[in-house]
């Protein structure tokens, strides 16, 4: 990642490393994640460096260049295996209704936090080769999503990839450690493992999705890899350390991810983005199973929209677990409420509350 940025300088040595690193594929494979038999069309792009302009450009691979990133095991009596935890679904209402948002910090905790996060923003730009043409309004980052230049597909791809990597950690960090903490201290958790578990689930299958799209490189491995090395245990500490602080930057790190999605989105409806833009192009058939996604709703644009609602909730859920007790408030999300109090619960969707529920609100 951090050479795309480098490669603008030395392109010639480099760009045989970062073509392969970020190399967008289109390309047909014969089975798909979860066990589904299914034939689908991966995009397959080569990424070109021209030096003297500095500009990516695609081009369709050779089918005999297609292959099949993870393909399903065949085994001799399993038919299929489902998700474990299936997708909620949305409607179209509710997909529509996300918007970006900003929760301003109200502690020194969450200053931290956010400033960590435009820290994380401003190295993705750099590390993306993201240029101050496709830059947003740097006055209002998160939730201004026009820039005077739109990405290009392969930067999209190499950041959604890098991205989606990362941030399906902080759940299994979270939910591991509430886990150990149950078994030692003897203690119920109230039921927030569940949602986290769940939550780095849902980024995973983001993650799949894409990686069905363009497969990387060696290079991209070798960032993911140090990447996860390093935020894992930054989590761990930082979990141990301050729950309250780790969903709050978590929260921050969602209202980015729904920011750069709703942008993707705005870039794919105004034809900014050949393949995306094109209503025929195939999403993988695994994204079109994990979200059941309907008949005549499978267009790129309805993925992201699927995939930006996935991060409006976490971006929800993360701020609202930040506001309670972590010691002793249930998770408000999976509770039931007592008679008369059930307005209280908060909307099975937080997508609707971007700045999270505060305590009073949905524990009293
Ligand atoms: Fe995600
Ligand atoms: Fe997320």
């Given at each position: 990642m951090i050479s795309l940025e480098a490669s603008k300088k030395?392109?010639?040595?480099q760009a045989a490393h970062l073509t392969r690193a970020v190399i967008p594929l289109l390309y047909r494979a014969h089975t798909v994640g979860l066990g589904y038999p299914a034939t689908i069309r991966i995009a397959a792009i080569a990424q070109r460096c021209r030096?003297?302009?500095?500009t990516r450009s695609f081009s369709t691979t050779n089918a005999n260049q297609l292959r099949d990133i993870f393909p399903a095991k065949e085994t001799t009596y399993i038919r299929q295996t489902p998700p474990a935890w299936p997708h909620p679904g949305y409607t179209e209402e509710e997909m529509l209704a996300v918007t970006p948002a900003h929760r301003p910090p109200k502690t020194v905790g969450d200053w931290l936090a956010w400033k960590l996060v435009r820290l994380a923003r401003w190295a993705t730009d750099l590390a993306t080769g993201v240029g101050r043409d496709q830059q947003v309004d740097m006055k209002n980052p998160t939730t201004a999503v026009a820039a005077r230049k739109p990405l290009t597909e392969a930067q999209w791809l190499v950041r959604v990839i890098f991205l989606e990597s990362i941030a399906g950690v902080p759940g299994m960090v979270g939910g591991m450690l509430r886990h150990l903490h149950s078994l030692r201290r003897?203690?119920?958790?109230?039921?927030?493992i569940e949602t986290l578990l769940e939550e780095s689930f849902n980024e995973r299958m983001h993650l799949l999705v894409f990686t069905k799209m363009a497969e990387p490189g060696w290079f991209m491995k070798t960032m993911i890899l140090g990447a996860q090395g390093v935020f894992f245990n930054a989590m761990f500490l930082s979990y141990l350390i301050s729950p309250r602080i780790t969903h709050r930057f978590v929260g921050y790190l969602e209202e980015e991810a729904v920011h750069t999605y709703t942008r993707l989105v705005q870039e794919i409806e105004n034809g900014d983005l050949p393949k995306w833009s094109d209503p025929k192009f195939e999403i993988p058939q695994i994204a079109v199973q994990y979200w059941r996604m309907p008949e005549g709703k499978r267009t790129m644009k309805d993925l992201i929209l699927y995939i930006r609602a996935d991060e409006a909730v976490h971006r929800g859920v993360n701020h609202t677990l930040s506001n309670?007790?972590?010691?002793?408030?249930?998770?408000?999300?999976v509770s039931d409420y007592k008679a008369g109090s059930?307005?209280?619960?908060?909307?099975?969707?937080?997508?609707?509350?971007?700045t999270g529920y505060e305590r009073e609100e949905v524990i009293g």
């Open positions: 030395v392109c010639s040595k030096s003297s302009q500095n003897l203690k119920r958790d109230n039921g927030w309670l007790n972590h010691v002793e408030d249930p998770n408000p999300f059930e307005q209280r619960k908060p909307h099975a969707d937080a997508a609707l509350k971007a």
